[in-house]
């Protein structure tokens, strides 16, 4: 099992190389402390449950990770109050929710991780993923962000059952 390693200082670790990544706007925080919509990224280790890619912006990554394609009416509610938070919701939806199909390319590929998802707790943050970063790296909303082809790599060396630890 390969174990992927974040640090809080933006360093990003797998068996095969070091680079750099993006980490929430307010730093990292406790998984036990994170909330919905605090801007940090929780502390702990996450399973990497499956891989989410926009095929209309490149073809699907190469991993032994369960893989799907984006649809245009994929979302992920981020509504603590809805019982599907924190879980894959077809558009349009009637709570808030993301839009898989963001106009930016951060989730032109998506690492769902297994940040409060077994069972989810109502306002213990959703949508927590590791996906595609800007060019210049600015911080993200509470996700782990790498540039697309150090994404890709880490995605060729990961296998089911792998986890992703972040850390201080």
Known sequence: MTRFIVTSNGQFSAPASVCRAAL????????????????????????LRRVLY????????????????????DGWCDDP???AYNRP??????????????QDGLYDIVVVLSHNDDPPVAGR??????????????????????ARTDL??????ARPGDTLEIRL
């Open 89 to 102: 919701v077809r558009l349009p939806y009637p709570a808030s929710c993301e839009e898989m199909t963001r």
């Open 81 to 83: 109050a809805d019982p």
């Open 152 to 157: 890709v790599k880490m995605l060729a060396e």
């Open 54 to 73: 926009r095929p209309d912006r490149g073809a699907a990554p190469e991993t032994a990770l369960p893989v799907r394609p984006i649809n245009p009416d």
């Open 24 to 47: 929430g706007k307010t730093g990292v925080k406790p998984e036990a402390d994170k909330t919905e919509g605090d801007g940090a990224t929780p502390l702990g280790r996450y399973t």
């Open 125 to 146: 943050g959703s949508a927590v993923f590791l996906h595609c970063a800007k060019p210049d790296y600015p911080p993200t909303r509470g996700c782990l962000a790498l």
